[in-house]
């Protein structure tokens, strides 16, 4: 079946700490993106990558990281700079960064700190 | 700049009803797409439908139809005969071709419960 894992579902971390998301897609898809939900709003872009090994900031890439060394793999790292890090993270792809390309998400990663 | 308004934040209907879900765009670009998707409970975003600017014919699938009119800026999104199953959040998101076409801009999303 092709699609988008994250992992874990649930993550729970202690303030200050760093922590990594993962996110795969075995779609064969270009573009891989990052965003965060908060209750009651729509979805922010944080980050995205159009290729491997190149990747942008979206509208609140502040305290948090990513990397692009695979094309299946964009993991996403939450730093302790991030002032509000509880949210519930969404990672998607698509065909490739164009305008008219819809795209899938994964099923998120819900995290907490405390 | 670009804008998405879902301006009703939930909304409860019966089974069975009709029920339609608003969303109004800003956009400057002549060029651009506009997308619907559905959040189930589970939380993944579940893509629904994709129109371009230049396409206002009105579409359907199924029970689900929608009504795009550039003259008031509005791709409204129809579900006939609701279910217990099209429980959910459903947004309404825009992506232009201008600036930074990397963008999809999500507007705050409409609850629908349909009660049984």
């Known amino acids: 079946d092709g699609g988008i894992t994250q992992s874990p579902k649930y993550l729970f971390r202690k303030e200050g700490q760093n922590v990594t998301l993962s996110c795969e897609q075995n779609?064969?898809?270009?573009?891989m993106y990052w965003y965060r939900q908060d209750p009651g709003q729509g979805l922010r872009l944080i980050y995205y990558?159009?290729?491997?090994?190149?990747?942008q900031k979206g509208d609140i890439a502040e305290g948090y990281s990513v990397s692009r060394e695979k094309k299946e793999s964009f993991p996403l790292t939450v730093t302790s700079a991030q002032k509000n890090p509880t949210a519930f993270y969404l990672c998607?792809?698509?065909?490739?960064?164009?305008?008219?390309?819809?795209?899938?998400f994964g099923p998120g990663t819900r995290l907490t700190v405390t | 700049a670009q804008k998405v308004t879902q301006a009703q934040t939930e909304i409860s209907v019966v089974e069975k009803e009709d029920v339609t879900l608003d969303c109004v765009y800003e956009?400057?670009?002549?060029?651009?797409?506009l997308f619907w998707y559905k959040q189930p409970p589970s939380g993944e975003l579940v893509f629904l439908i994709r129109?371009?600017?230049?396409?206002?014919q009105n579409e359907i699938s199924g029970r689900y139809s929608w009504n795009f009119q550039k003259s008031t800026s509005s791709f409204n999104f129809t579900i006939t005969a609701s279910q217990v199953v099209d429980s959910a959040v459903y947004f309404c998101?825009?992506?232009?071709?201008?600036?930074?076409?990397?963008?999809?801009?999500f507007g705050k999303g409409t609850l629908l419960t349909v009660n049984p």
């Open positions: 998607a792809s698509s065909i490739g960064a164009g305008t008219s390309y819809e795209q899938y």
């Open positions: 779609l064969n898809h270009d573009a």
């Open positions: 990558s159009q290729i491997v090994n190149d990747f």
């Open positions: 956009t400057r670009d002549t060029t651009y797409y």
């Open positions: 129109r371009n600017s230049f396409d206002e």
């Open positions: 998101a825009l992506r232009s071709s201008g600036g930074s076409n990397y963008k999809l801009t």
